[in-house]
């Protein structure tokens, strides 16, 4: 069966600092990955998804990048946190190829930017 | 622009009634339809989805969806409420060959006993 891992569950860290969150997904290959963020228990904003290794797409122009090394492996960066970063962000997963297969996301982290 | 509506914040329900959460969806195409749920601190689950045929879903723990192309909805039901039921609930939309869910504000349940 398919699982995806995400780390850590929570993070504090002061203004000005670097971010970097890992998602990685184990029981399948080549998935659709995405990153969302979650504000104040709520909707949910898509922040970047990846189809491919190296291949990212970016929905919200922001001081946060994402990257895909490895086939089951994203990672969510950032070089100077601000305050409004803070949130819960989720990673998650689909199957490519099959547009009606859902999104299987993370637990989560829960970012308080200081 | 693909859109999706849930226009109750919440809904509040007793134990044993019925439970309808609402959504609605803008579309261009034919849609792929979602609903999730959420508990505290936790990542979403997914609960049901519609593709195409039977316009009735049903999906896990009891929840079961109705699809209505003329009003572009997409309305979570369950017969019998739970108290265990009382979290967030997202519907989402996905377009054929699409990579993206676009996903409603969230509509939160409360189940009281």
């Known amino acids: 069966s398919q699982t995806i891992h995400q780390w850590p569950a929570t993070l504090v860290q002061p203004v000005g600092s670097p971010l970097s969150l890992e998602c990685t997904v184990e029981?399948?290959?080549?998935?659709?990955l995405y990153w969302y963020r979650q504000a104040a228990g709520r909707g949910l904003q898509l922040l970047f998804y990846s189809v491919g290794i190296g291949q990212i797409s970016s929905e919200v122009p922001q001081n946060l990048s994402a990257s895909r090394p490895q086939d089951r492996q994203f990672i969510l960066s950032s070089k100077k946190l601000l305050l409004s970063d803070s949130g819960f962000y989720l990673c998650?997963?689909?199957?490519?190829?099959?547009?009606?297969?859902?999104?299987?996301f993370g637990n989560g982290t829960r970012l308080t930017v200081t | 622009a693909q859109s999706v509506a849930q226009p109750e914040d919440q809904v509040n329900v007793a134990e044993g009634n019925p439970l309808t959460v609402k959504c609605t969806y803008s579309v261009s195409g034919n849609p792929y339809l979602f609903w999730y749920v959420q508990y505290p601190n936790r990542g979403l689950q997914f609960l049901l989805k519609y593709i195409t045929g039977d316009n009735l879903v049903k999906g896990s723990y009891g929840f079961e969806a109705e699809f209505n192309k003329s009003q572009t909805s997409f309305h979570l039901k369950k017969p019998s409420a739970l108290v265990s039921d009382s979290a967030l609930y997202f519907c989402a939309v996905r377009y054929t060959g699409g990579f993206k869910t676009i996903f409603g504000a969230g509509t939160r349940l409360f189940v009281k006993a």
């Open positions: 998650a997963w689909r199957r490519t190829g099959e547009s009606y297969s859902p999104l299987h």
């Open positions: 029981g399948t290959s080549n998935p659709n």
